[in-house]
C-alpha cells in the first residue's frame, strides 16, 4: 500500500492564481481530513469528509473549498490564492468505525507558496 | 474547545539520557490521545496511541502515559539516540469525528 500520497509536493502560485490539490488514499478509510501548518500556529484543521460525497468545516476553512466525490480522493482547492495561505498543507485518514482505536495516517505534505 | 499546550517547545540531550516530554489538554472528555514524530520536512509519523481506558502504552523505548483527570500525557523516551532528533506532538481529539487538535511540539535534539 502506498497509504495517503499528495500531489503536488511544492507550488509557487502568485496572488490571485487557483490551485487544486490532491490527497489520495489506498486504505479504504472513510473520514479524510486536509491540516495546514504554520510557524508558531501548529496543525490547524481545515476541512474534513467522514466519506463519499460529504464535506464539512474545520478550524480555518475561509478561502478554501473541498471536494470528496471519490472514497479514496480527497481535493482541496484554492479558487483565489492569498499569501497568508501560504504554508505546508497535509492530508491524513482514519478508518471510521474503529477511529476511537485508530491512528490517523499523513502524507507527506505539500508545501505552497503565494507571492 | 480544546487546547493543548506541549512543553518544553525545545530540548537538547546528549545521547543516552532518559527524557521526558509533556502534553497538557483542556478538555478532558477525549476517548484518546495520539502522539506524532516528525522529521524536518516530513509528513507525521504515528508514535503512540492511548486509549481512554489505558494509562500507559509502550513501543520499543517510548512509553506514553496518560491522565485524563489531571488533562496530562507524557511521552517517555529512554535511551535517547542521535536518531530520535525530531519534533514530538501530541494530539487529542477535538469531538467525535476523528479530528485532532494538536500541540505546537517539542523540538527534540539528541547530541552523539
Known amino acids: 500500500n502506498a497509504g495517503v500520497t499528495q500531489t503536488p509536493k511544492f507550488r509557487v502560485l502568485k496572488t490571485g492564481q487557483s490551485m487544486t490539490l490532491l490527497c489520495a488514499q489506498d486504505m479504504n478509510h472513510e473520514y479524510m481530513y486536509w491540516y495546514r501548518q504554520d510557524p508558531g500556529m501548529g496543525l490547524r484543521l481545515i476541512h474534513y469528509?467522514?466519506?463519499?460525497?460529504?464535506?464539512a468545516k474545520g478550524e480555518v476553512p475561509d478561502g478554501y473549498n473541498v471536494s470528496r466525490l471519490k472514497k479514496q480522493n480527497f481535493l482541496l482547492g484554492l479558487e483565489s490564492a492569498a499569501p497568508s495561505q501560504t504554508s505546508v498543507y497535509f492530508c491524513?485518514?482514519?478508518?471510521?468505525?474503529?477511529?476511537?482505536?485508530?491512528?490517523?495516517?499523513f502524507g507527506p505534505g505539500t508545501r505552497l507558496l503565494v507571492l | 474547545k480544546q487546547e493543548v499546550t506541549q512543553i518544553p517547545a525545545a530540548l537538547s540531550v546528549p545521547e543516552g539520557e532518559n527524557l521526558v516530554l509533556n502534553c497538557s489538554f483542556t478538555d478532558s472528555a477525549i476517548y484518546n490521545l495520539q502522539w506524532f514524530r516528525q522529521d524536518p520536512g516530513k509528513g507525521l509519523t504515528s508514535l503512540l496511541l492511548?486509549?481512554?481506558?489505558?494509562r500507559e502504552q509502550t513501543s520499543g523505548r517510548l512509553n506514553a502515559s496518560l491522565d485524563k483527570s489531571s488533562g496530562r500525557s507524557t511521552l517517555y523516551i529512554a535511551a535517547s539516540q542521535p536518531g530520535d532528533s525530531a519534533t514530538y506532538l501530541c494530539?487529542?481529539?477535538?469531538?467525535?469525528?476523528?479530528?485532532?487538535?494538536f500541540g505546537q511540539g517539542t523540538t527534540l535534539q539528541v547530541k552523539p
Open positions: 494530539a487529542p481529539p477535538g469531538g467525535n469525528t476523528g479530528k485532532l487538535i
Open positions: 469528509s467522514v466519506g463519499e460525497g460529504t464535506t
Open positions: 491524513a485518514s482514519t478508518p471510521s468505525t474503529s477511529f476511537l482505536a485508530e491512528t490517523q495516517y
Open positions: 492511548i486509549q481512554s481506558s489505558q
